[in-house]
């Protein structure tokens, strides 16, 4: 499926931008918008600045006439990490869907836990976590776009191995712990944070489509990235031990298959791709068009 | 308490228990003759991604069972275990996928209480003690999010300025009570009591709707997140 390009980066893009340019125009209707200042109670112990929805926005909106529960991170913000309030409001619109009966749509952009209010953002991640089980369970898609500029490190990675489907740019960042992150704690031997080619090969967009980690690959643009999402909303919603069981078959192969590789341009090697090294540098059509023919896929297994 | 101490408390009627590689697996017998199952991680491990596909592997094992035996999920783990290796293979996703057979194991009819007795931070906090149906802790366990050393490195804040302000505010501090604080822990066990008896309340208890935001307000901990979480709701029915 080929949409018609916006002009707009989805990567520079703002959270609200992102909406905007997703959503049917003008379907979008926010809860607890910024007028109503809910802000952290948290940061001003930290004489950090505070923003009046917490870099989270979540509401009701239609996508190609399909009425939708949405969330999008602000990255800008505190680098779009999980706090108290930021949490609550993605926990409460996922309930919200549960009892309406709604898919809900995603947009990831966040560096993982708030550490300011640690222990508060961890929290919220679990009972973000939970909720969504709920909602699958009741038969309802949670459909997960990655490709802000914060990436999806963290608690965030966590949230998003519970989505329905994943649908990623080759600028989207999937990962628990993240270069500086492994760095910092295991020596730049381990990992080079500055490397950024690594980077993109470790968990990059690329990468994690190649392996089933996301199912849908996209250029940096809305429209792209609204095509992808109108086609995950047919995708099966389903969450029971029968899925679980097939989720456990699949990363059983893949640790199988790719457990001694050493490098991502390994594993893509594996999959039977003759040049490995060229993968990065693939326009986005040229590379969805080769990974296609091999790539691992987690349909009905995620 | 050591693990083997602890385990001797909880089943005076007996168990058995194999580890391997930082994981437990085995069975216990509750005191009316009923058997639990028992999983975890042990000798604080680093959850990398065998692990979790191991735990995970045995907890739907379990939950395809014809009976309903309650599985304790012990803990003393690190964090996940943090490599270039583990993050290629996807640990997102594995982590991920223990969690929700836990939480599948717990709507399937089989509840899950993780004990936590010694540390635990992170992603594998996340997809263990915090998929657990109920979470009980023992004094001396200590769970974190992130060390003050690492979170002063972070923050740019000196590890002196983030030791007081982690006196006065218990929302980012590490430390079991900070935590419980929260909402995140149900019950902090007794070791002068039987840990059977303690055991035996928490099953008894009805398991029911995630209720660790409200828990958190009731212990001043988490003061916006319940409420918020109710006015998102409202404001979605309203439409």
Known sequence: ?302 | MTLADILTSLFPMGHVAEERDGLIFGRGTLPGGDPIQILGVVDQTALGVEGALALAGRVLEIAASADSDPILVVIDSASQRMSRRDELLGLSEYLAHLAKALLLAETSGHRTIGLLYGGSAAGAFIATALSTGMLAALPGAHPAVMDLASMARVTKLPIEVLTAKAETTPVFAPGLDNLAKTGAIHAIWDPARPLSDQLAELLASPAGDDCRAQLGLDRGGRPKAAAISARVIAEARRG
């Not at chain 1, 190609?64 to 993605?90: S, Y």
């Not at chain 1, 489509?209 to 047919?234: E, N």
């Open chain 1, 1 to 302: 499926m080929t949409a018609l390009p916006s002009g707009l980066s989805w990567l520079e893009a703002s959270a609200r931008q992102r909406l905007a340019a997703l959503l049917d125009p003008g379907s979008f209707a926010e809860f607890i918008g910024p007028e109503q200042r809910e802000r952290s109670p948290h940061l001003r112990l930290f004489d950090l600045p505070e923003q009046f929805d917490d870099g989270m926005i979540v509401g009701r909106a239609t996508l190609c006439r399909t009425p939708v529960l949405v969330a999008a991170q602000e990255g800008r913000f505190m680098g779009g990490a999980f706090g108290e309030v930021h949490g609550a409001k993605l926990t409460g619109l996922l309930r919200a869907a549960t009892l309406l009966g709604r898919d809900v749509l995603i947009l990831f952009d966040t560096g993982g836990v708030r550490l300011q209010e640690a222990n508060a953002g961890e929290l919220a991640i679990s009972e973000i976590m939970r909720a969504i089980v709920d909602l699958r369970r009741a038969g309802n898609r949670v459909i997960g776009l990655i490709g802000g500029r914060a990436g999806c490190y963290g608690g965030g990675g966590l949230i998003a191995g519970c989505c329905s489907a994943l649908i990623v740019s080759e600028q989207g960042r999937i990962s628990v712990s993240g270069p500086e992150v492994i760095e910092t704690n295991k020596g730049v031997e381990e990992f080079d944070s500055r490397d950024r080619a690594l980077v993109w090969r470790t968990m990059g967009g690329k990468h994690r489509y190649l392996i089933g980690g996301a199912d849908g690959y996209v250029a940096d643009d809305p429209a792209a990235f609204r095509a992808a999402t109108q086609s995950a909303l047919g995708r099966s919603p389903g969450l029971d031990l029968s899925m679980l069981h097939a989720e456990h078959q699949r990363l059983t192969r893949r640790l199988a298959r790719f457990g001694n590789a050493r490098d991502g341009t390994d594993v893509w090697s594996t999959l039977g791709i003759a040049d490995p090294d060229a993968i990065p540098g693939l326009a986005d059509d040229d590379f969805r068009h080769l990974a296609d023919a091999c790539r691992e896929v987690a349909d009905d297994a995620r």
